[in-house]
C-alpha cells in the first residue's frame, strides 16, 4: 500500500525558514517523481514544485521560486521541501504527491498533508 | 501559463442526480487531464486522469469525457459520499495548474 507521510510543518515567521519532508512506503521511490502541492486555508489546490525520479531536473511554481528547493534522499525514502523567505501567502497545508510514472506528472497518491502557518 | 476554468463553481443537487462539472484549458493540452475529489479536511483523492480514464477503485458512476480544450466530470446517480469538491488539473506541461474547484453541495 502507497503511503506518504508529511512532517515538518509549523508556526513560522515571517522571514523564516522550515523543511518539510515527506516518507514515503509501498513503492520504490526511486522509480516515481514527486510533488508538492499547497492549498491556502479556504482556498484551492496550488502546484508548488516536482522533481524527476532521479532527482536530476526540478521545477518550480513562479511564486515560489528562488526561495523553496525540493530535494529527494533515496537512501531514506524521504521528499524534502526547504521553503526559505518564508511570507503569511505561503500559509498553506502541504501535500506531498506521487506521479504515477518518471515520465508523467500525473498525480494518483497524496499524503494527508502538513500545515504551515506564517505569521508573526 | 495554461489557465484552467472550471464551472460551476459550486453547484446544489439530490441523491440520485446525475451531476456534469466542465472544466476548460486555455490551450490545447491533449487528453492530459486529471480530476480529483476532495472532502472537507482531508488531502484530495485521485478520480480521473487521461481525460476520462478512472483510478484504480474509483467506481463507474464516475466518468470523464473530452471535446477539444472542455473536459468534463459526470456522476451518474449522486450518493451522499459524493458531495465533496472536484478539481481539475492538467499536466500536459509546467508549471501545472489547478481548476478553481467545485462545490457539491446537498439540496
Known amino acids: 500500500e502507497v503511503q506518504l507521510v508529511e512532517s515538518g510543518g509549523g508556526l513560522v515567521q515571517p522571514g523564516g525558514s522550515l523543511r518539510l519532508s515527506c516518507a514515503a512506503s509501498?513503492?520504490?521511490?526511486?522509480?516515481?517523481?514527486m510533488s508538492w502541492v499547497r492549498q491556502a486555508p479556504g482556498k484551492g489546490l496550488e502546484w508548488v514544485s516536482a522533481?524527476?525520479?532521479?532527482?536530476?531536473?526540478?521545477y518550480y511554481a513562479d511564486s515560489v521560486k528562488g526561495r523553496f528547493t525540493i530535494s529527494r534522499d533515496e537512501s531514506k525514502n524521504t521528499l524534502y521541501l526547504q521553503m526559505n523567505s518564508l511570507r503569511a501567502e505561503d500559509t498553506a497545508i502541504y501535500y506531498c504527491?506521487?506521479?504515477?510514472?518518471?515520465?508523467?506528472?500525473?498525480?494518483?497518491?497524496w499524503g494527508q498533508g502538513t500545515l504551515v502557518p506564517v505569521s508573526s | 501559463d495554461i489557465q484552467m476554468t472550471q464551472s460551476p463553481s459550486s453547484l446544489s443537487a439530490s441523491v440520485g442526480d446525475r451531476v456534469t462539472i466542465t472544466c476548460r484549458a486555455s490551450q490545447g493540452i491533449n487528453n492530459y487531464l486529471a480530476w480529483f475529489q476532495q472532502k472537507p479536511g482531508k488531502a484530495p483523492k485521485s478520480l480521473i486522469y487521461a481525460a476520462s480514464s478512472l483510478q484504480s477503485g474509483v467506481p463507474s458512476k464516475f466518468s470523464g469525457s473530452r471535446s477539444g480544450t472542455d473536459f468534463t466530470l459526470t456522476i451518474s446517480s449522486l450518493q451522499p459520499e459524493d458531495f465533496a469538491t472536484y478539481y481539475c488539473q492538467q499536466y500536459y506541461t509546467y508549471p501545472l495548474t489547478f481548476g478553481g474547484g467545485t462545490k457539491v453541495e446537498i439540496k
Open positions: 509501498g513503492f520504490t521511490f526511486s522509480n516515481y517523481a
Open positions: 522533481i524527476s525520479a532521479s532527482g536530476g531536473s526540478t
Open positions: 504527491a506521487k506521479f504515477i510514472s518518471s515520465g508523467t506528472a500525473m498525480i494518483d497518491y
